[in-house]
């Protein structure tokens, strides 16, 4: 049985697309249920909406994260998501949502983890001055970009290299880099689930 995904995005979704596109050609043995987005106007939004996916906009509140949360917590258990993929989710996810679905929240994070956490990766890289860098698949945990890491694909730093130049040769990495994590994943996924 293929395993069932929930995404979370923030923007553009071409992390999204690349899962989909996967999916479609055969490579990866999973379902798209749903796509959550906390930004109305999210390209990802038509991207899904135009494939016939489930695409809803939960709106966010700093201030009241917990009722976004339970709002999205409902549309995965609605939807029978086994996994939850953050595609570019601008959120932090917090404890609550990490307990109710314990080791089965994925991110995918533009550096070599755990190098250059947080914001502006690609920028923090060169900063640095760092010769390689790229991405990484983890699960997540209550660490900003922590948890345990699933897949890794280094991208080389060139010396001309501007933060453009260097995010779209990280991202077209990603794009690959993904799909395979949540293979493997799912994989071991579902040999623990014929074991229980
Ligand atoms: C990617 O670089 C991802 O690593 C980061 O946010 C970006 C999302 O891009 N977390 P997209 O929306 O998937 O195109």
């Known amino acids: 049985m293929s395993i069932r995904l929930g995404v ?14 996967s999916i479609e050609n055969g490579e990866l043995d999973a379902e798209l249920c749903l796509l959550i987005s906390d930004r109305e106007h999210a390209p990802v939004l038509e991207i899904a909406r ?6 809803w906009h939960v709106s966010y509140s ?14 995965l258990d609605y939807h029978a998501c086994d996994l939850v ?12 949502l990490i307990q ?14 755990p190098a250059f956490k947080g914001l502006k990766a690609q920028a923090q890289a060169l ?33 001309d290299d501007t ?3 260097l995010s779209a040769r990280i991202l077209v990495e990603e794009h690959r880099l993904y799909p395979e994590a949540i293979r493997q994943y799912s994989e071991t996924y579902s040999k623990a689930q014929m074991m229980a």
């Open 85 to 96: 993929i953050l595609a570019g989710f601008m959120r932090l996810v917090t404890p609550w």
């Open 127 to 159: 900063a640095y001055g760092v010769k390689i860098s790229g991405c990484t698949v983890h699960i997540v945990n209550d660490e900003l970009d922590g948890g345990p890491i699933i897949a890794q694909k280094a991208v080389e730093v060139r010396s």
């Open 163 to 165: 933060v453009e130049s």
């Open 8 to 21: 979370l995005a923030s923007g553009r979704g071409s992390n999204f697309l690349a899962i989909l596109r």
């Open 50 to 55: 135009q494939r016939g996916i489930p695409a």
């Open 100 to 113: 109710r679905f314990p080791r089965r929240i994925l991110n995918i994070h533009p550096s070599l983890l």
């Open 62 to 75: 700093r201030k009241d994260r917990q009722a976004f949360e339970l709002e999205v917590a409902a549309l």
